[in-house]
Every structure is written in C-alpha cells, then in structure tokens.
C-alpha cells in the first residue's frame, strides 16, 4: 500500500476527487433554470441503472486470473478487504510493467474493480490520497525527492492584442518526503516572457501532513468539484489551508489585495471558503456535493456533481448554481444555472470518443472555475453558451488508459508518459441560439527517452464578438518539454 493509491486504481477507472450540490434558500430564487436541472438529472439518473449492477461469481473470476498468473493466489479465509489489498498490490505490478496483459484479461479486472469499489474506497480513506496528488505526479513514499523541469514554447499567429513572437516560459517542480506522513511541494516557474526577459518565481510553495488527518498550508491549487465549474483555482494558486477529514474538505483563503470586478473598488483582503461533500459512493457510482461559502469578490454557489461506470465507459456530470458579487453590475437576477455531462460514446482498444454537452446561462462567471470565462484548463464552454465538445483520443498502448482530460498538461508541468495521439472539436452556441465559436484541438504526447516527454498541442479558434473577445480567427500552437528526475 505505499504506492499512490488513486494512481494504480484510475489505470482502470476515472478516481478524480469531486463535490458539489446543495439547495439555497428560496429568497434567492431559482428564476428559470429548473427545467435544464431537471434535464440534465433526468439524463444522469437514465445513464445510473446498468452502472449500479453488482458483480457474482468473484471468487470464480479471481481463480480464473489467478490459473492465467495475472493475481496471485488467495485463501478461502481471506476477508474482503484483504483480497482488495491483494487486488492493489497486482494492479500495481501491471502498471510498473512487470506484467502484460490482454484485453479479455482487463475487462475480468474491471468487474473485479467494481465488485470491490467499496474496499477500495475505505482503503483510499486509510491513505489520504486525493486527487491533486495524483495529478501533481507526487513520488513512492519510499522516495525522499522526485521533480520535474519542463520547458513551454509558445506561438499565436493572429492573435488579438499579442504579437507572434515565440514566448518561452519554464517551470521546476519538487517534491520531498523524509516521511511517509509528511511532503513538501515547491514549483518555480515564469509566466509566458520574451527570451530575453525570462525569470523564475514562486508558483506553489506547501507542507501536507498525512496523519492524523490530511491537512496543507502553503500557497497552493484546488480543485473541488470534478469539473471545476465552481472551485477550480487553476489560473493562480492561493495562500491556502485545506483539511480533509473523513468525507469533507474545508478549503480557506485570504485573498489580499482583491480588484473587485467592474468596479474600482480594492480592498485589502477577502476570505475564500469552500466545502466538498464526498461520502455517497455505491459500486461505483459516486455523488458529491461542493458549496462555495465565499468566493473571490463574495461570490457563492452550489454544485452537485456524479460519476457513474458504464461498463468500460463512464459517465460523468456536474449541475451548477451561481449567485454573482453584488459589485458585478453586468448581473441579471439572482441565480445563475450550468450544467454539463459527459459520456463515453465509444471505448474499445486504446480508442476513446467522448463528448460533452453543456449549458451555462449568461452571468456563470465564478472567477475561480475551469470555465474558458476564468482558467480555460478543461472546459471550453463560456459563460451564455450552449453546445457540444468532442473528443476522440487514440493510444496505442492500451496496457494504460488515460482518464478524462489525463492527456492535457496540468498546472505543474505533469502529462503521462503514453503516447496520445487527441483531436477535440468544440461548437458553441450563444443561450440565443446565435453563433459564438468553434475551436479546434491537436494534441501529441509521446516519451522521448527514459524520464523525457514532448507535448504538442495546436489550437485554432474561430471566434465571434463576445463578452472576453473580438470577432477573430487566430491559431496558437505550444510545445512542452519535460524531464522527471
């Protein structure tokens, strides 16, 4: 159990940490958006009846695996959560590369998977492993330091209000454990500069204590509800103190120096608090809650978001609702709706279509969000849009599958070591039914040698007049180098 749980379980199946849904008071009003809400759960409750169906005939799987030399072998006496931990410590033999298998074998693992969900999740509990951990690619705990240097090569041909220049930016990013109930993290990195102008500061700098609760202190990112729609501080991380404890996470910031937005109004500090809600998880289905108390600028929100495995594909979706600053004069009522869901449409060998349909009213603009409005980190919806994102992703090694948005580089510099070949197609409309954009995504990862990866992603936009943009087409390209050590 000293490997990263969550990074030997999600070989198999999509583990991101969520949250989010909870109902305001009804001084707030709903206005119009109950019909969408009530699409979207209708949807999402359709898609849950064949991902809850329990798996018999275990023992006969594991015996049926273990006569083909992918498990090892299991007393009779053996309790279920023993034979969960037996079930890890395999998976990760297979994900080091010390065993092959077939795809005929995978799926019995998959059912395997599901029938223990439950051991698993308790498990995962005992480890305090969570989802930012993963994604920031943190070492074995038989490890003291682990890090990466990558480098960004960036070009915007026709880009508003930027010239087309190649813009460098570079990043370092480490990781120190002296013991297993204690890490370090600490990121340098420079925003995208000239090359002659291009210099290292602090981006993430924090402690986190493991036992006898997981807490972190520091300046950090989050991410809270599977999507991000609410409490997704990608663009910048806070001076941060999180807690997790049993099913909840308390995230609380104090934001200095706050530009209210629209306004000329400063202030010297603002408190960001959040909550997340994660304890509802039934063979393999999970429901979470997030209720964003204060936001950046006194904005609020609640969110509910769901994961529901259908077979080998997965369903995921999250229901938003937003009440603006009161400083944002742009607003229009009280309550602000979105929604988004996301389904496999096919997932066979390597090969994965999956697509995304969205809504978000005009005024969902959470400033800390995974929304195109704030981060633009894996939402490419906007703000007054509707419309459909689709992604087909190709790996030829189908030894490891990739979860959603896995093949996109994340905020310290991490994507996986597999070569991905992804090409996404977005087309948004506005809540009016008008033309808004169209956005185009190449994406190229593959290993260059032991420890060095390059990441080619091309990006062509074809946007209309909107909130954030002029009417425009332009084409950025980027190229990422990284070195693990």
């Known amino acids: 159990?000293?490997?990263?749980?969550?990074?030997?379980?999600?070989?198999?199946?999509?583990?991101?940490?969520?949250?989010?849904?909870?109902?305001?008071?009804?001084?707030?009003?709903?206005?119009?958006?109950?019909?969408?809400?009530?699409?979207?759960?209708?949807?999402?409750?359709?898609?849950?009846?064949?991902?809850?169906?329990?798996?018999?005939?275990?023992?006969?799987?594991?015996?049926?695996?273990?006569?083909?030399?992918?498990?090892?072998?299991?007393?009779?006496?053996?309790?279920?959560?023993?034979?969960?931990?037996?079930?890890?410590?395999?998976?990760?033999?297979?994900?080091?590369?010390?065993?092959?298998?077939?795809?005929?074998?995978?799926?019995?693992?998959?059912?395997?998977?599901?029938?223990?969900?439950?051991?698993?999740?308790l498990l995962e509990q005992v480890e305090k492993t969570d989802f930012v951990e993963y994604r920031a690619g943190t070492i074995p705990k038989q490890n003291f330091w682990a890090g990466r240097f990558f480098a960004t090569f960036e070009y915007s041909l026709n880009k508003p209000d930027e010239s087309s220049e190649v813009k460098l930016s570079n990043g370092l990013y480490l990781s120190y454990s002296p013991i297993s109930s204690l890490t370090g993290f600490f990121t340098l990195r420079t925003q995208l500069q000239k090359f002659s102008d291009n210099w290292l500061a602090v981006d993430e700098a924090y402690i986190r204590i493991s036992e006898p609760v997981q807490f972190s202190i520091g300046r950090q990112y989050f991410l809270l509800d599977r999507l991000g729609l609410l409490a997704d501080n990608y663009f910048d991380a806070f001076e941060t103190a999180r807690l997790d404890w049993s099913y909840f996470t308390v995230v609380y910031s104090r934001l200095s120096a706050t530009n209210y937005p629209y306004s000329r109004l400063i202030i010297s500090a603002d408190d960001y608090w959040a909550i997340k809600f994660s304890g509802i998880k039934e063979k393999g289905a999970e429901l979470n809650f997030t209720y964003l108390i204060s936001g950046i600028a006194s904005e609020q929100g609640v969110a509910s978001d769901f994961y529901i495995p259908l077979g080998d594909k997965e369903l995921v979706a999250e229901l938003a609702l937003y009440w603006p600053s009161k400083t944002d004069y742009t607003a229009t009522g009280d309550t602000k709706f979105a929604g988004i869901v996301g389904i496999d449409l096919y997932k066979f060998a390597?090969?994965?279509?999956?697509?995304?349909?969205?809504?978000?009213?005009?005024?969902?603009?959470?400033?800390?969000?995974?929304?195109?409005?704030?981060?633009?980190?894996?939402?490419?919806?906007?703000?007054?849009?509707?419309?459909?994102?689709?992604?087909?992703?190709?790996?030829?090694?189908?030894?490891?599958?990739?979860?959603?948005?896995?093949?996109?580089?994340?905020?310290?510099?991490?994507?996986?070591?597999?070569?991905?070949?992804?090409?996404?197609?977005?087309?948004?409309?506005?809540?009016?039914?008008?033309?808004?954009?169209?956005?185009?995504?190449?994406?190229?990862?593959?290993?260059?040698?032991?420890?060095?990866?390059?990441?080619?992603?091309?990006?062509?936009?074809?946007?209309?007049?909107?909130?954030?943009?002029?009417?425009?087409?332009?084409?950025?390209?980027?190229?990422?180098?990284?070195?693990?050590?």
Not at 22 to 39: D, E, H, N, Q
Not at 84 to 104: F, V
Not at 363 to 392: E, I, K, R
Not at 460 to 472: A, E, H, Q, S, W
């Open 350 to 485: 390597g090969k994965t279509l999956f697509c995304q349909i969205g809504s978000v009213e005009k005024g969902f603009t959470p400033m800390a969000s995974s929304l195109v409005y704030s981060a633009g980190n894996h939402l490419y919806f906007d703000q007054d849009t509707l419309g459909v994102d689709l992604t087909f992703t190709y790996q030829p090694s189908t030894n490891k599958e990739l979860a959603l948005w896995e093949a996109r580089i994340d905020r310290t510099g991490f994507f996986p070591q597999v070569v991905t070949y992804e090409f996404e197609v977005v087309g948004l409309a506005t809540q009016n039914i008008l033309p808004h954009s169209y956005q185009y995504v190449l994406r190229y990862i593959r290993p260059l040698a032991s420890g060095f990866s390059l990441y080619l992603e091309n990006i062509f936009r074809d946007r209309k007049n909107t909130i954030l943009y002029p009417n425009t087409k332009y084409n950025q390209t980027k190229l990422v180098l990284l070195f693990n050590f």
């Open 1 to 121: 159990m000293s490997q990263n749980f969550t990074e030997v379980i999600s070989v198999f199946f999509l583990c991101d940490s969520v949250a989010p849904f909870k109902f305001r008071s009804s001084k707030m009003g709903f206005r119009k958006t109950t019909k969408p809400a009530l699409l979207f759960l209708i949807v999402g409750l359709f898609f849950t009846l064949p991902g809850l169906s329990a798996e018999n005939n275990w023992q006969q799987l594991w015996a049926e695996l273990h006569s083909q030399n992918v498990l090892s072998y299991r007393e009779p006496s053996d309790s279920r959560l023993e034979t969960a931990k037996k079930l890890i410590k395999n998976i990760q033999a297979i994900t080091a590369g010390e065993l092959s298998i077939t795809p005929s074998q995978k799926q019995l693992l998959d059912k395997l998977l599901a029938e223990f969900r439950d051991e698993l999740f």
